[in-house]
Each structure stands twice: as structure tokens, then as C-alpha cells.
């Protein structure tokens, strides 16, 4: 083989080896060829342009030619699919309501176990051909009660509701351990003028992201697949999977035990009880270690882990792993990459959470006894400020999730997430990562929204 044909070879294997490489970190499958020297090259000329949304994982199940069932709570249908074509397209009636604690769990889930007809605790109404695909989450036809009578309302409490011929339907595909995805919302098509922009400012952080939320564009990045830890970070998938799985008017006593982690919350005294909806105010607000300990109470620390490790995997985030519930633990890990999709997760199917973050009185079953607290998220008092989380440990520096909401020059409204991992800092450190935000404010506004 002459010198000019070998070195083609060499440049189309690498060509090759970046693409597949790219497939395979966004539908994270496991090719033997990635395994290949030509993979290491590959990284160098990677730099993802859209982060894509949940609608990823059909691809996967494209290929693997499964049977599974898709929930597209957007096109509101709920679809059948048989070695990768949609077999039977049924309507949604109901879903729940994010903004009344009635987010459906989205991401790849699947079927736990199903029942021609099962109790719901929560509501007290008998649910028919109830799926369950996810914590409290089922596929169900009409509920109704112990007298038969239907039982209609506007919104679910987070089920998805069909009519009852197509829930039987639904319910009859249904074996157990079969995928369902479920998607929250597609990537939007807004498009960004193909201009170069001006350097963004210079961090020192190790990592960082700036991309929109809903289209997945990407802004600006540095090493977004390092795992680092998080430090408090870690409260934003704690108040998640408690969201989803608990009993959120549940009373949860608080114990001496409960209250040996680093820090202290006022209020938060052996004895008291506090509603689970309730302790998310400490948690998000103060970043109390022992909201999290108190709230890990409700299915014990190692069930607690294993949900919010098991989270992760269903909603995008490989690269996580939690070691505790609170973040002071070195061992909380994650990537800039993997944080974008719980923001995104977050800011879709819980933004009662943001609000929280952001200090407003939102439902808890109950009085709440935490509004008076300190908040220590850097931007709450701010209007565009849509939610986020601070973090710190001397392991990890000063880390940082905030979404803000920017408009263009027409008046269309983005959710734009700013992620900054392990920004060093001494004592003026989290005021560090305030004004290094308030920079990259500044830079989006002059080179992507122009207005001042």
C-alpha cells in the first residue's frame, strides 16, 4: 500500500471513529469498535453542537428491534410499538400537572407490574388495567370508585389516563420488564444566527456548560464529560427522586441520628415532624444536610441511594453516581453533561422545585415552618432566575446550576441552564462564581440576544 493511500485509510478511520463515537456517547450503546485505538483521536475533534432529548433513547430501542411502549406526553398519545414500528396509537385523556406536584416520571423507564384493576392510596379510586412503569407512575383506563361511578377531573396526579378500551389494549401489550419511554418534551427547532461570537470570559473553573434547554443548543463548553464532585448539587436529585417515589403529604419525625451532619437547620429538632413536601425548603434553600438526612428517613439511606442512583441511568445521566443524599461526601459525582439533563429534567417535570429553589410559597399539605429561612441560592431575588443550586466542599471548589430565562430581540422566551463545575475560590470563592456567572449573562445577551 503506497504512503498517500495508507494515510486516506488512517483519516477515514478516524472520520469514522468520531462519528460512531458520537452515536454511541448520545445512545449509550457499546460498539467493540470504540474500543479501538482510533477512539482516544476521536475525542480530540468531538464538540457536540445540540444535546438531544429523550427521543434518543427510541433509537436504541430502534436498533435492539424491541417491543416497547412510547408516552409522548407533547403529542399526547400513547404508542405501541412492535420490533420498532408503532403497532396501535392511542389517545392521552390526562396526565398530571408539574405545577400542582403532578410531574410524570419521564425518561426510559419500564413495566414494574400490572393489575386489571388497582387501589390507589393517594387518590382512594380503583384504576383499570393499571401499568406500573415507575415508582407511583401507571398507564390506567377511567378511574372510579368504590361504587363504580367514574371519577373525572382535569389532570391526573402524574398516571396516564386513557379510555378504557385503550388502556386494555395497552395493558394486554404489557410484559413485564418491556421498555416505556416516556418523553416530557422534544428539542424545539429555534435556531441561533450562525455568527461567530466573541470569546466568552475566562474561568478558571474545570468544567462548565451553557446551553438552551430546549432546543439543546450548545453556547459554550469545557470538558463536560469529567466527573467531578458535586457537592450540594447532589440535593437536586435527592428532592427529585423523593418527588417521584414518596408520598409527599407524608409526616417524617425527626431523630437525634438525623442531625450529625456537617451543619444545622433551625427548626430542625428531635421529635418535630415535618411534611416530605415540606422538608424541600431547608433542602433547596439552605442546603440543610439534614433536611436530606431527615427526608432519606422515608425509605432508609440505602433505598434512598439506589433510587437516585437508578434515576440517573433512566433520565440521561450515566456518569452520576451518589454516595449520600446531601453532596459532603467527595465521592458525589457527575459531569457537566449529565447536570444539563437534570436541569432539564427538573425545570419539565418538577418546576415546583425552581420555585422552591427560589424561596416562594408553593403547596405542602400543610403550614410550612421554613419560609423565614436564609436563602443561599446566588440569584434567587433575581427576575430572570428560574431556579438552580449552589455547591461546596474543599474536594470540589464552588459549583454551580442555574437557569435563567433570556429573550431575543422578538420577544421569545429561552431557558438557557449555566453549568460551572469546581471553580476555585478562598473566602470571596462563591462571590467568585456569582460575578463569573453574571459575565457569561453578559456575554449571551451581547452576542446572542442583543438587548442590553
Not at 166 to 179: H, L, N
Not at 223 to 230: A, D, G, Q, R
Not at 421 to 430: D, N, Q, R, T, V
Amino acid at each position: 500500500m503506497g504512503k498517500k493511500a495508507y494515510l486516506i485509510l488512517i483519516a477515514t478511520a478516524v472520520v469514522c471513529a468520531c462519528f460512531l463515537q458520537w452515536q454511541a456517547a448520545d445512545l449509550n450503546l457499546e460498539f467493540s469498535l470504540l474500543e479501538s485505538s482510533f477512539v482516544n483521536t476521536a475525542r480530540l475533534f468531538r464538540r457536540p453542537e445540540f444535546l438531544p432529548d429523550f427521543s434518543v433513547f427510541r433509537n436504541r430501542l430502534s436498533i435492539e428491534k424491541s417491543n416497547w411502549l412510547e408516552v409522548n406526553l407533547e403529542k399526547k398519545e400513547v404508542a405501541i410499538y412492535k420490533k420498532d414500528m408503532p403497532e396501535k396509537i392511542v389517545p392521552i385523556l390526562r396526565w398530571g400537572d408539574p405545577m400542582e406536584w403532578g410531574g410524570t416520571a419521564a425518561g426510559l423507564n419500564e413495566v414494574i407490574f400490572k393489575a386489571k384493576s388497582n387501589f390507589s392510596n393517594t387518590a382512594l379510586v380503583f384504576m383499570p388495567w393499571a401499568v406500573n412503569f415507575y415508582g407511583k407512575y401507571y398507564l390506567h383506563g377511567e378511574p372510579y370508585d368504590a361504587n363504580g361511578q367514574k371519577f373525572i377531573s382535569e389532570n391526573s396526579g402524574g398516571c396516564v389516563q386513557m379510555t378504557d378500551a385503550d388502556a386494555q389494549a395497552v395493558y394486554e401489550e404489557s410484559t413485564k420488564g418491556i421498555p416505556v419511554l416516556v418523553i416530557d418534551k422534544s428539542n424545539d427547532t429555534f435556531r441561533y444566527p450562525r455568527k461567530k461570537p466573541a470569546p466568552m470570559p475566562k474561568t478558571a473553573a474545570k468544567s462548565y456548560l451553557v446551553a438552551d434547554l430546549d432546543s439543546g443548543f450548545v453556547f459554550a463548553e469545557k470538558n463536560i464529560e469529567e466527573k467531578l464532585p458535586v457537592a450540594s448539587l447532589t440535593k437536586l436529585i435527592t428532592a427529585t427522586t423523593l418527588s417521584e417515589n414518596a408520598a409527599l403529604n407524608t409526616s417524617l419525625s425527626v431523630k437525634k441520628h438525623m442531625l450529625d451532619a456537617f451543619g444545622s437547620t433551625t427548626g430542625l429538632t428531635p421529635g418535630a415532624r415535618f411534611k416530605v413536601a415540606e422538608l424541600f425548603y431547608p433542602l433547596l434553600v439552605e442546603s440543610s444536610n439534614d433536611a436530606a438526612l431527615v427526608l432519606s428517613a422515608y425509605f432508609g439511606i440505602d433505598r434512598t441511594l439506589e433510587l437516585m442512583n437508578d434515576k440517573t441511568a433512566r433520565i440521561m445521566m450515566p456518569d452520576s453516581r451518589f454516595v449520600d443524599p446531601h453532596g459532603y461526601d467527595p465521592g458525589n459525582v457527575s459531569t457537566a453533561k449529565d447536570l444539563f439533563y437534570l436541569a432539564r429534567y427538573v425545570s419539565n417535570n418538577w418546576p415546583l422545585l425552581w420555585r422552591i429553589a427560589r424561596g416562594e410559597e408553593v403547596r405542602i399539605f400543610g403550614k410550612n415552618r421554613f419560609l423565614s429561612l436564609k436563602n443561599k441560592n446566588l440569584f434567587f431575588d433575581e427576575p430572570d432566575f428560574i431556579g438552580g443550586k449552589t455547591g461546596y466542599i474543599k474536594a470540589s471548589d464552588y459549583n454551580g446550576l442555574f437557569v435563567f430565562r433570556f429573550l431575543t430581540k422578538r420577544e421569545v422566551e429561552r431557558r438557557i441552564v449555566i453549568i460551572i463545575l469546581g471553580a476555585p475560590g478562598l473566602e470571596e470563592g462563591e462571590q467568585n462564581l456569582k460575578q463569573e456567572t453574571l459575565a457569561i449573562i453578559d456575554w449571551l445577551k451581547e452576542n446572542y440576544f442583543n438587548r442590553p
